[in-house]
């Protein structure tokens, strides 16, 4: 066995190495030059007008939900099959949280549940694009408008995905073409990483510069926002916000990594296509059913199993050194939201799709016959013949 297989996998080239070694021996190991020349090269890559990078994609999560103007009395409406940090960024700011329902052969917030899970509170609507495939976004974009509701997108698992409306446009996700703002993570398991480190995308100037100011203490150095100016040292600091900078070390490897990207979702898809057809001849292991439209960032690959099997399917595969996964258990089941005083949640589709869903590996640099050593592992989980 050659060494354990995990669910994702960072690539690390060269190229970043030697990017990330020149920023170190620059004059700035943080807010220099490579925090906007990052920001700008997001911004192209996606199609937005603006982009703000932060130290996680939770605090950009948390940014863009205080610049839409979440607080107490109002709550984010979000899917329960995500991972805790798109509902928590709601509480920081002293909203509460609302969850719909998922569809369980794509894990995809319901449009339908959405809309029917709706009460006064709610400001936000927060799809979430599980997997990397696209949310159902243009049905939810109609249920948001006519619910005066405004659209972040959990966008942490879909840089680079696209997707198709019913009038027949390709649309980015990043561009904003339907929400205020997007928001993407560059932890070390997603599409790109800088360790840790997130993004928020918009075209509207004003969120812009509100997730600017959030970003670092509510300060502003900007003429335009100052009331005063005692000299060339003068700031401003107009609101409560927080030290979410991400370094220019960072952004240098931000930078090397997303120029590479189109080679990785190539790489992707690949692998993505050579689990499909496998799995296609195998009944009881079913890929995630993939939303119209939706062309996907590849970033988990979810089987449904029995869930009489889930368990020793995942046992098979730890036991053959295959870092199966589970993405993800429904929020309001943690023990935190059972005792928060939240509306306490059951949605059947969560529920359902929990019961049964798998992570298996999926990173760039797997091969063919990795895929196969999983396919193996899943066939002999389900009692079928050892691979
Ligand atoms: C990774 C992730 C986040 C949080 O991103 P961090 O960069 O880890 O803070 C939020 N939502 C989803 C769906 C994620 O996968």
């Not at 925090?35 to 999560?61: H, M, P, Y």
């Not at 659209?151 to 446009?169: F, K, Q």
């Not at 869903?357 to 009692?383: H, K, R």
Request: some cysteine; hydrophobic content about 40%; proline content about 5%.
């Amino acid at each position: 066995m050659s060494g354990f297989m995990p669910y994702s996998r960072q690539e690390i080239s060269d190229a970043d190495v030697a990017a990330v070694a020149e920023a170190l021996r620059a004059s700035h190991l943080t807010q220099g030059p490579l925090v906007e020349q990052f920001e700008a090269d997001l911004a192209r890559f996606v199609g937005a007008r603006f982009a703000v990078v932060f130290n996680s994609g939770t605090a950009a999560l948390h940014a863009a939900y205080a610049a839409v103007g979440v607080g107490p009395g109002s709550s984010v409406l979000t899917s329960p099959i995500t991972f805790v940090a798109t509902a928590n960024a709601s509480l920081y700011l002293g909203g509460s949280v609302r969850f719909a329902d998922v569809e369980p052969d794509s894990a995809q917030i319901d449009p339908n549940s959405a809309d029917d899970q709706a009460d006064r509170t709610v400001k936000v609507l927060a799809p979430v694009h599980f997997g990397g495939e696209v949310a159902p976004i243009e049905a939810l974009a109609a249920v948001a408008e006519a619910r005066h509701w405004t659209i972040v997108e959990d966008a942490s698992h879909a840089l680079g995905a696209t997707y198709r409306t019913s009038d027949g446009a390709e649309h980015q996700v990043g561009a904003c073409d339907h929400s205020a703002i997007c928001c993407f993570s560059f932890h070390a398991v997603k599409q790109i990483t800088t360790g840790e480190g997130g993004a928020a995308t918009t075209n509207d100037e004003t969120m812009y510069r509100r997730m600017k100011r959030f970003r670092t203490h509510g300060i502003t150095r900007e003429a335009g926002e100052l009331a005063g100016n005692d000299g060339p040292w003068y700031y401003e600091q107009h609101e409560l916000g927080y030290n979410y900078r991400l370094t220019d070390v960072q952004c240098a490897l931000g930078r090397s990594q997303l120029a590479r990207y189109g080679d990785w979702l190539a790489a992707r898809r690949r692998v993505a296509t050579w689990y499909e057809e496998r799995f296609a001849s195998i009944p009881d292991a079913v890929p995630l059913r993939r939303p119209h439209g939706s062309h996907g960032a590849h970033h988990l690959f979810v089987i449904r199993v029995p869930p009489t099997h889930r368990r020793a399917i995942y046992d098979e595969l730890h036991r053959r050194g295959i870092g199966a996964n589970v993405h993800y258990i429904p929020v309001y089941h943690q023990p935190f939201y059972q005792r928060g005083g939240f509306p306490k949640t059951i949605r059947s589709g969560a529920e359902a799709y929990y019961r049964s869903a798998l992570t298996i590996p999926l990173f760039p640099a797997m091969t063919e016959s990795q895929v196969d050593q999983v396919v193996a592992g899943v066939v002999a989980g389900l009692g079928g013949h050892p691979g």
